[in-house]
Structures are given as C-alpha cells and as structure tokens.
C-alpha cells in the first residue's frame, strides 16, 4: 500500500519551442513482482499526460531510463507535473519477493529525442552481429544443438518469398541461450524469433507469466483427419495433385483452433500487427520426390532438418519457394483471416535446435522460461515432414527429448502462437528481460 507523489515544473524561457524527454536518472528498480511497482506521469498545460498507471521499468544498477520522448513545450509556458508512485495494496497475495527491495533515482529532463521504433531498440541493445552456416569452415553449425549464452547477440540470415518479395531480404534472429529477446505484448509474455522481410518482428508465445511451464494456448490436432498428403497443410485443397492441395480452401483443424483463441484474446490488438508477414508452410517436395496418394514421399523440410541422419546435413531457410503456402493476411494465394501461425521447423533450427540430437540445459530460448525450464509440453510447428504408410506426418518439438521429431497430425499436441509486430512500432519501455520485457507504445492507428 505504499504510495508517494513528486511534483517538478518546466518553463520555457526561450524564443522559441522546445522539446524535451522525462527522465529517471540513475535509475534502480530490484522490485521482483510486475504490476505491483507502478508509476503514473500527468501535467497541466499541455504537457505529457499518462491515463493509467504503469509497471516502473525493472533495473539492478544504475541506468538512465526515458519516461517520455520530445514533449513539447511552447514559448513562456509552465508545465506543472505530478508523478505518482504505488505499490500494489493486495493482502490477499504474499508479498515478501519484495521484501528489502530498492527504487531510487532522480527526476530529470534531457533535450527531446524521437521515440525509437521496437527494431532499433532492439538493434541497439544487441550490438554483436554472428552468422550461422552448414559449412562454417568444413563445420555444420545446424548439426548440434547450440545452447551457449548469447545475449547481446543477433544473428543474420536472408529470406525471400517466391511471388511476394524475390530478392532476398536480411533477416536478423536470436539464437542460444539468449536471455534478453522477451516482449510482453496484449498482456502476454513472448520471446522473439526473428525479423522478416518486410521488417515485422515476429514473435513467439510463453504465457501470461514468464516462468509458466504450461506455455501453450491449449492442445489441438493438426487436423482431425490423416489418410492424406493434404492434411499437412495449415489450410488445404483436394489431394489430386501437389498443386490442388495447396487450393487452401479449407481450414486445418489448428488453423481453426488459433484463430478462436486470437479472437477471444488478440481482436482488439491487430492494428498493432504485420498483415504482410509470411507463415511458410512448406509443402514443396523434396529433390526427386514424386507426389502420390498411394507412395511414400517427403516434404521439402524433412531433407532441410535432416531426417535421414539426425541432423548432421540440417541446412535450415527462411524461404518459401511457393506462394501457396506463404500464408500471410495480404496473400489472397494462401490467405489467414488473422495475424497468426505457428513456428515453423526451420525457425526452431535456426534458434538452436536439432532433428532427434537431445538438447541439455541451459536450453535455447525457444523452449526455456525465465527460470531455465522447458516452457511447454510438445507442440507443433508449422512445417510438413512427410507422406508414409496412409498417414500425413508434420515436424513438432518433442519436449521429452528436448528435439525436433516427426508426429502424425491427428495426434494431439500443444498450441504455441506466432505473431509478428509492425516494423513502425515504437518502443516504450524494458530491456528485453523477462524481469524487464520489450514493450510497446500503444496508440490508436497502431504505428
């Protein structure tokens, strides 16, 4: 129930408009529990005015922190303002997390800078660039799970969607055991993934708390029904020809099971998000593969993770070589009613993980919460594995080995969304911790 009020006053004595950020300096915040420890800014005269309160950005040393950026001040005018601080009254939780905990800083102005975008925010705060290759000096860097701390760092790569954007586009993505890449977005914990072509940051589901081990918006099947090739599609068509199963004219069965859960929890944050963003579900077949209803075939990912031999050739791409299965909203070739898929298995390889090779602790990213343990049980990914014996069969995480692996779609299976932020969205506050996640500004048009 603590509270406490601080008021400061700005003048403008100068000839002409100024513009200035609210700054905490030297700020330090040990406080554990979010949304207990919160702050709300409001002013008279046209200052910067919040609504709501706010979680006061989390800080174990001494660090500058922008509360505001470039609020305007015009000539000869005084802006009185208030800055209210509260912590959480709530007898009916136990408290002691914060027991001992500190906040301290000073209240300061610093000239008016523009609001970075959530990209350059990001791009600053990872200032070492490292590649990954299946030939780094007769070295296959995809064979072995990569589980080595790499925070501070992002790795780059390309994609290129065949139809939609042919030249390859850089790509920049979070590998290892990053422990920086956590976003809290719609009131969800999310890590990122990676960028895409068209600059969106595409981001991956955990949970309304960041050490949940139920990271998952349920279990589906991937589709109900299995004797077929075209049930490894997130949508499909008739099964007469590789190209008439990727007609998408009919919803998979996760396909339906997402897109209930993004209306019941993200409608009202679609203006925040990527239109243009690709889903690959990559039906395309492998190199001298024949596609058939009553012969075995493989899909173009099975050879990619490298099936044959647990991972030892994996050469994973963010390409997708047929428009029919680049889903994405703009897309009227494979066309989502929403914003959202799955990871696919070419992602969970570029982050660190291997077909059938056991990944230990400290595990990558994808599968960790902030605690070190396996965020979810087993679930899907996004991408097609292969045709076998009258059963349709597509790459899932495979939680008890902690590896990629094969599953028949009609088997059940955890729900991990994706979703990716506009390239304009502006950054507001954290560091990308979990104690500290990105977070966004939120406005009316989104950007």
Same mark, same amino acid.
Request: hydrophobic residues 30%; glycine residues 6%; aromatic residues 14%.
């Given at each position: 129930?603590?509270?406490?009020?601080?008021?400061?006053?700005?003048?403008?004595?100068?000839?002409?408009?100024?513009?200035?950020?609210?700054?905490?300096?030297?700020?330090?915040?040990?406080?554990?529990?979010?949304?207990?420890?919160?702050?709300?800014?409001?002013?008279?005269?046209?200052?910067?005015?919040?609504? #709501?309160?706010?979680?006061? !950005?989390?800080?174990?040393?001494?660090?500058?922190?922008?509360?505001?950026?470039?609020? %305007?001040? !015009?000539?000869?005018?005084?802006?009185?303002?208030?800055?209210?601080?509260?912590?959480?009254?709530?007898?009916?939780?136990?408290?002691?997390?914060?027991?001992?905990?500190?906040?301290? *800083?000073?209240?300061?102005?610093?000239?008016?800078? #523009?609001?970075?975008?959530?990209? &350059? /925010?990001?791009?600053?705060?990872? !200032?070492?660039?490292?590649?990954?290759?299946?030939?780094?000096?007769?070295?296959?860097?995809?064979?072995? !799970?990569?589980?080595?701390?790499?925070?501070?760092?992002?790795?780059?790569?390309?994609?290129? =969607?065949?139809?939609?954007?042919?030249?390859?586009?850089?790509?920049?993505?979070?590998?290892?055991?990053?422990?920086?890449?956590?976003?809290?977005?719609?009131?969800?914990?999310?890590?990122?993934?990676?960028?895409?072509?068209?600059?969106?940051?595409?981001?991956?589901?955990? *949970?309304?708390?960041?050490?949940?081990?139920?990271?998952? =918006?349920?279990?589906?099947?991937?589709?109900?029904?299995?004797?077929?090739?075209?049930?490894? *599609?997130?949508?499909?068509?008739?099964?007469?020809?590789?190209?008439?199963?990727?007609?998408?004219?009919?919803?998979?069965?996760?396909?339906?099971?997402?897109?209930?859960?993004?209306?019941?929890?993200?409608?009202?944050?679609?203006?925040?998000?990527?239109?243009?963003?690709?889903?690959?579900?990559?039906?395309?077949?492998?190199?001298?593969?024949?596609?058939?209803?009553?012969?075995?075939?493989?899909?173009?990912?099975?050879?990619?993770?490298?099936?044959?031999?647990?991972?030892?050739?994996?050469?994973?791409?963010?390409?997708?070589?047929?428009?029919?299965?680049?889903?994405?909203?703009?897309?009227?070739?494979?066309?989502?009613?929403?914003?959202?898929?799955?990871?696919?298995?070419?992602?969970?390889?570029?982050?660190?993980?291997?077909?059938? /090779?056991?990944?230990?602790?400290?595990?990558?990213?994808?599968? &960790?919460?902030?605690?070190?343990?396996?965020?979810?049980?087993?679930?899907? %990914?996004?991408?097609?594995?292969?045709?076998?014996?009258?059963?349709?069969?597509?790459?899932?995480?495979?939680?008890?080995?902690?590896?990629?692996?094969?599953?028949?779609?009609?088997?059940?299976?955890?729900?991990?969304?994706?979703?990716?932020?506009?390239?304009?969205?502006?950054?507001?506050?954290?560091?990308?911790?979990?104690?500290?996640?990105?977070?966004?500004?939120?406005?009316?048009?989104?950007?």
């Amino acid at each position: 129930g603590w509270s406490a009020t601080k008021t400061f006053t700005i003048k403008n004595d100068t000839k002409t408009e100024y513009k200035y950020n609210i700054v905490i300096k030297d700020l330090v915040n040990t406080f554990v529990t979010n949304g207990y420890l919160q702050y709300k800014i409001t002013t008279t005269n046209g200052g910067y005015n919040m609504t #709501e309160f706010k979680d006061i !950005p989390k800080s174990s040393a001494p660090k500058d922190t922008i509360l505001a950026y470039s609020v %305007s001040i !015009p000539v000869g005018v005084t802006q009185s303002y208030t800055i209210e601080f509260k912590y959480a009254n709530d007898e009916s939780v136990d408290q002691s997390d914060d027991m001992g905990k500190k906040l301290s *800083g000073t209240l300061f102005i610093t000239e008016g800078t #523009e609001q970075p975008t959530l990209l &350059s /925010q990001i791009l600053n705060d990872n !200032p070492t660039r490292s590649t990954r290759s299946n030939n780094n000096n007769g070295t296959n860097d995809f064979a072995t !799970p990569l589980t080595v701390t790499t925070t501070g760092t992002l790795f780059t790569s390309t994609e290129n =969607i065949t139809g939609i954007t042919d030249s390859p586009k850089e790509v920049y993505y979070y590998a290892g055991n990053t422990t920086n890449n956590w976003v809290k977005f719609a009131n969800i914990y999310w890590r990122i993934i990676r960028t895409n072509h068209d600059s969106s940051i595409r981001l991956l589901y955990v *949970g309304t708390s960041h050490d949940t081990t139920t990271g998952n =918006i349920g279990e589906s099947a991937f589709n109900t029904s299995f004797n077929s090739p075209k049930y490894v *599609g997130y949508k499909y068509g008739e099964d007469t020809s590789l190209d008439t199963i990727r007609n998408n004219t009919t919803d998979g069965t996760i396909k339906t099971f997402i897109d209930t859960w993004y209306q019941n929890n993200l409608t009202n944050y679609t203006k925040y998000l990527s239109t243009s963003a690709v889903y690959c579900n990559d039906r395309s077949l492998g190199t001298g593969r024949t596609y058939s209803v009553s012969s075995d075939f493989n899909f173009a990912p099975y050879y990619r993770m490298d099936y044959d031999t647990d991972g030892a050739k994996a050469n994973p791409s963010y390409n997708c070589t047929n428009i029919k299965d680049a889903f994405s909203v703009d897309n009227t070739s494979a066309k989502l009613d929403y914003p959202v898929s799955l990871m696919t298995a070419d992602e969970i390889a570029f982050a660190g993980g291997v077909a059938f /090779q056991a990944m230990n602790t400290p595990y990558a990213w994808f599968i &960790s919460n902030s605690v070190g343990t396996q965020v979810s049980t087993s679930w899907w %990914s996004l991408s097609p594995n292969y045709w076998n014996y009258g059963y349709a069969i597509v790459w899932h995480w495979y939680s008890g080995y902690a590896f990629l692996y094969n599953n028949y779609v009609n088997n059940t299976d955890a729900v991990r969304p994706a979703i990716s932020l506009k390239s304009c969205i502006k950054y507001s506050t954290g560091d990308g911790t979990s104690e500290s996640p990105y977070e966004i500004v939120e406005t009316s048009s989104g950007c």
